[in-house]
């Protein structure tokens, strides 16, 4: 039976990550025998603010994206998309999607970052 991200755009993997330390974290890796399209990725449930964030990257779509507006904890979410007319690259089979902090939050906080997109 076919999943649904090959069918179309879903929500294809969320992990709970801490936005304050330098680290790199995976959220979802590509299935065998697929390629992976990243639609857009929703950052959200954050512990505290993420004022200061200000370097974040997701592997193959964002690059050094600032999460500092979301300072509403626990309620308050950010929709990251895809810069216009931007060429993005596909993720290969079994490579990670990854989130990537550089410039963490000032305060301690997690959040959950949920990447969706489909795969072929």
């Not at 090959?6 to 304050?20: E, P, Y």
């Not at 904890?73 to 993005?88: E, K, R, S, W």
């Not at 410039?103 to 990447?115: K, L, Q, Y």
């Amino acid at each position: 039976m076919p999943i649904l991200s090959d069918k179309g755009a879903a929500l294809l993997g969320s992990a709970t990550i801490d936005m304050k330390t330098a680290a790199t974290t995976t959220i979802y890796t590509t299935p065998v025998g697929k390629v992976t399209r990243i639609t857009h990725v929703v950052v959200r449930d954050a512990t505290a603010s993420l004022a200061g964030g200000t370097s974040y990257s997701i592997t193959n779509f964002r690059q050094t994206f600032s999460l500092a507006a979301l300072i509403t904890a626990n309620t308050g979410y950010l929709v990251i998309q895809a810069t216009d007319i931007t060429q993005f690259t596909e993720i290969a089979a079994a490579t990670a999607v990854q989130l990537t902090v550089t410039t963490g939050s000032t305060a301690a906080a997690n959040a959950t970052i949920d990447v969706f997109g489909y795969t072929t």
